[in-house]
């Protein structure tokens, strides 16, 4: 692809007008070290020109300056575009000539090694933790400090922000907006994701969810393994897709959760509001099924069989909402939600109580004041060595 075809691309790219097809092939180009580092230098340039559109006053000299003894310090490189090469800053280039070098410069120099600067002391790198874990499409980790595991992140400005639960918002900074970023929810963990379409999900414990920055033109797809609310904001001209593993949930605008654990055999989604269809493949052009509210589909992934039957919303949502509910669930299933939720290990010693059934609703109690409801109306006594509880009679 000729130079002036990749800045056109990239141009379209940052105006969200892209194809599926097209964000595949800049996925490979952008794979490129030197292309990388060039895509990340228009893209600033862009950032930088959106937000000097609401600038009300800069100094263009002062500006001027500092981008003339900048430009003086950068080495002379070329970007590998396939087999051909360009000077990488063409299209910067023609980027600064229309939205004013002297701005772009000065606004860069006030506002983003502030955001830069607050970003990495808030988020250090890490390797594993039990917090819950960003991971931007350049391969940097961060790791969300809220303690509270309440906090949540919105797409604000162009640029994703973290909101902790006591209210204070910090910039998270994508060097590439090509691929999915990855956000990881540990056990004992929830959180809150605003993607840049301003559909909202609520991440459960033990969850993995991969979304774009930006949503090309034609389809949002998400990847979903874990559990998940959605509220997608309704968009006729691109439907919302949530793949999982062995079953794709796709709708324009609606309310439902998707259960799809990589431990559990069943892949299921709950509808509160609107409609859902469900597809077994991807690329399948015909769902097998459709769902209305107050149904729920089991999709089983060993024999690829889906049951269509009603819900108990109120329990399936509940999560959401930081409580959990049980109604006549056996207890085998219950303790599948109490190890995520608390991030514990159960150990039951008891077989028969597998196959007993609670009810219970459950706010702020402790993971011992449960088991005590539960010794009430069958005995078992249970000790705990770390973070693992062993249930024995």
Known sequence: ????????????????????????????????PVNRKYFKQVQLVYEMSVRIE???????????????????????????????????????????????????WYQMIRTNEAFDAKTKNEFPEVAQSSNVILELTNGTVYELTDKSGQGKIVYQDGAFVLQSKSGSKYR????????YNRLIVPKGKRFCLELSDETKVYLNSETEFRYPVIFPSNKRAVKLVGEAFFEVKRDVKRPFVVGTNGLQVKVL?????????????????????????????????????????????TFNRRDRVLQISPADISSVVAWKDGLLLFNAEPFSKIKTSLERWYGVKIENRISSLDLEKFSGQFDHESIDEILSVFRETYSFKWKKKGSVYVIYK
């Open 1 to 32: 692809m000729e130079s002036e075809n990749i800045e056109i691309l990239l141009n379209r790219y940052f105006k969200n007008q892209v194809t599926d097809d097209e964000i595949r092939w800049l996925e490979c180009w952008i794979a490129d």
């Open 54 to 104: 609401n600038e009300k006053s800069f100094d263009p000299d002062k500006g001027w300056k500092a981008f003339h003894s900048w430009i003086k310090q950068q080495p002379a490189q070329k970007s590998k575009i396939m087999n051909r090469t360009f000077v990488q800053w063409g299209a910067a280039a023609s980027l600064l000539i229309l939205i004013g070098v002297g701005a772009f």
């Open 172 to 179: 998270i900074s994508n060097s590439n907006m090509i691929s």
């Open 253 to 297: 605008g609606t309310r439902f959760n998707v259960s799809a654990y990589a431990a559990d055999s069943l892949n299921t989604t709950t509808l509160v509001s609107g409609s859902v269809a469900l597809y077994k493949n991807e690329n399948d052009s015909h769902a097998i099924s459709m769902l209305t509210p107050g149904n729920e589909g």
